[in-house]
T-cell receptor, first 114, second 116 residues
Framework: NAGVTQTPKFQVLKTGQSMTLQCAQDMNHEYMSWYRQDPGMGLRLIHYSVGAGITDQGEVPNGYNVSRSTTEDFPLRLLSAAPSQTSVYFC?????????????FGPGTRLTVT | KNQVEQSPQSLIILEGKNCTLQCNYTVSPFSNLRWYKQDTGRGPVSLTIMTFSENTKSNGRYTATLDADTKQSSLHITASQLSDSASYICVVRGEYSGAGSYQLTFGKGTKLSVIP
């Protein structure tokens, strides 16, 4: 099992550029989510998905889009990057969203927008 | 507003010493509380989960306690090792927020440095 994988590990974008952060898991987990981690702040939920074809917004969804066409993949799209989106992005997955199931985090993508 | 406050923000201890990290929360209703370890440049990894009825849970040299009445939790690390240097994050799961998801509130973490 590779667990949760994320690509790329590092990315630098110019303001206004678009890109997709990739996330994949091989544990057949239904629940997947994207977080951002900023200095001095706790992780904040961007978007989440409870299964293929179903997504919903988290705490800080503006500027980001997601889709879930397969159980394994949950890409995060930045349509027009802004400096405020400079952050470390983590993808996570769990068997379901229920309380007793553990979330497994990917290694993160460090994004810098200039 | 649901909040999770961790203290101290950072801590430096000598290898072999013990330490205790604190987590206070205002999340209600409460479902469970997790402690995560996050090594630099890596994603968080779960250390332990505490439910309402549990007071103490151990995972090797890590022991977590929970007082649901005072809404406080602690993580005690015994006989620290250099590899314990990391950020420790307290996460409280609250109410069901619909569509199969539960609300999670993350603390800002305590950065622990273990020095030789």
């Amino acid at each position: 099992n590779a667990g949760v994988t994320q690509t790329p590990k590092f990315q630098v974008l110019k303001t206004g550029q678009s890109m997709t952060l990739q996330c994949a898991q091989d544990m057949n987990h239904e629940y997947m989510s994207w977080y951002r981690q900023d200095p001095g702040m706790g992780l904040r939920l961007i978007h989440y998905s409870v299964g293929a074809g179903i997504t919903d917004q988290g705490e800080v969804p503006n500027g980001y889009n997601v889709s879930r066409s397969t159980t394994e993949d949950f890409p995060l799209r930045l349509l027009s990057a802004a400096p405020s989106q400079t952050s470390v992005y983590f993808c996570a997955s769990s068997y379901s969203g229920e309380a007793r199931y553990e979330q497994y985090f990917g290694p993160g993508t460090r994004l810098t927008v200039t | 507003k649901n909040q999770v406050e961790q203290s101290p923000q950072s801590l430096i201890i000598l290898e072999g010493k013990n330490c205790t990290l604190q987590c206070n929360y205002t999340v209600s209703p409460f479902s469970n509380l997790r402690w995560y370890k996050q090594d630099t440049g890596r994603g968080p990894v779960s250390l332990t989960i505490m439910t309402f009825s549990e007071n103490t849970k151990s995972n090797g040299r890590y022991t977590a306690t929970l007082d649901a009445d005072t809404k406080q939790s602690s993580l005690h690390i015994t006989a620290s090792q250099l590899s314990d240097s990391a950020s420790y994050i307290c996460v409280v799961r609250g109410e069901y927020s619909g569509a199969g998801s539960y609300q999670l509130t993350f603390g800002k973490g305590t950065k622990l440095s273990v020095i030789p």
